[in-house]
């Protein structure tokens, strides 16, 4: 339903244009935008730069409450510099810049967005410029989304498809999912091997040698908290009482931003095709979130690595970070989930589309 001021094309592996036409970078720190003016919001209201002016400052705003807001904190400043420019500055020469604001940087409608009280409700009847508007918006049957066919500007890298309608249902009950649509997760191996015996010894040596008590931290109902419960069943056989205290997303995040978990067990995506979107995610020392187990060697790399420009240096200092993290173990990962599309023969799924755990992208899809 929502536009990102550029897009990504995964198909030839490119940032391509989608509500900027154009965009020059000034420096390191600094690109400018020129807005394509013929793109009309759903209701009809003409898009402009002021638009992503007001979405753009929302977002780094200090005062916001957004969960996730330190992913647009690499944002300095953004101002309007013409009737259809725009120029963004980052905090840090920014190698990522392009790429974020691609994938996770929405703009929303500052006409209608800035008079919602609450910002909860503007989900349930939004208005983007993307190729679906929603028509229908039921708790109970789900949700509609119509075909936009003002659509013109999505370009080879977010067509306009040839679906109509889409009906999105909810399926609360994890094993109705399974019954309904055998969904499966696969398990890796990850990057340690299980050693049993070698565990117990580590305990020992740690001053542990009957064990002990921790807490694993996950969300309920979910195919994650199903993966914490064969942990604990793993760790319990070494000695480690490992109890799961399962809570709502909104007391999960509550619990984690207070630095109250021993260990997390959670599902993570970079959601952007660059590693910034995993090393900023854990160790950026503005997160709540990691703040209990943050290494400052760890934290210099990360910083290190999101602002130098140079790509063999910029990889050279990523391989440091990530071989720290395989021998020290801050973040393990220990599954693997399919994105996985279940459709009727009469779909047909783009060649070098975009799946990711959290579903795919409409204009990747079309009919026969």
Not at 24 to 46: H, L, R
């Amino acid at each position: 339903m929502h536009d990102n001021l550029i897009a990504y094309d995964e198909v030839n592996n490119k940032v391509a244009p989608l509500l900027a036409k154009s965009w020059t970078k000034i420096d390191d720190k600094t690109y400018e935008f020129e807005i394509n003016e013929s793109i009309k919001w759903q209701d009809g209201e003409k898009f402009t730069a002021d638009d992503v002016v007001y979405t753009l400052n929302w977002l780094i705003d200090p005062k916001s409450r957004l969960r996730n807001r330190e992913l647009w904190a690499w944002i300095s400043k953004v101002e309007k510099i013409g009737p259809a420019k725009v120029r963004i500055t980052s905090e840090n020469p920014a190698p990522f810049f392009l790429t974020k604001l691609a994938y996770e940087t929405w703009i929303y409608p500052e006409h209608i967005h800035k008079n919602v009280e609450k910002r909860n409700d503007y989900g349930k009847s939004p208005v983007g410029t993307g190729p679906y508007k929603m028509t229908q918006f039921d708790s109970n049957k789900g949700i509609l989304m119509t075909k936009n066919a003002d659509y013109k500007h999505g370009g080879i890298a977010k067509p306009l498809t040839n679906i109509g309608n889409v009906m999105v249902k909810i399926i609360p009950d994890p094993r109705t999912q399974v019954a309904g649509f055998m969904v499966g997760c696969d398990f890796t191996d990850g990057t340690i091997k299980y050693d049993p015996d070698g565990a117990k010894k580590l305990l020992a040596e740690a001053g542990y040698p009957n064990g002990l008590d921790l807490e694993i931290s996950t969300v309920l109902n979910t195919v994650v908290a199903e993966v914490a419960k064969a942990m604990s069943g793993q760790l319990r056989k070494i000695g480690m009482n490992a109890k799961i205290d399962e809570r709502t997303m909104l007391n999960y995040r509550k619990k984690e931003s207070e630095g109250e978990t021993t260990i997390r067990m959670s599902i993570h995506s970079p959601r952007v095709p660059d590693v910034s979107g995993t090393t900023s995610f854990f160790f950026d020392p503005e997160g709540a979130r990691n703040k209990y187990f943050l290494d400052d060697d760890m934290v210099k790399l990360a910083k290190t690595a999101d602002t130098t420009m140079d790509d063999t240096q910029r990889r050279a200092v990523m391989k440091q970070l990530l071989d720290r993290n395989a021998k020290d173990a801050y973040i393990l990962p220990v599954a693997s989930t399919f994105a996985q599309m279940i459709h009727i023969d009469e779909v047909q799924v783009r060649k070098g589309g975009r799946y990711e755990i959290y579903g795919f992208y409409m204009s990747d899809l079309s009919w026969k």
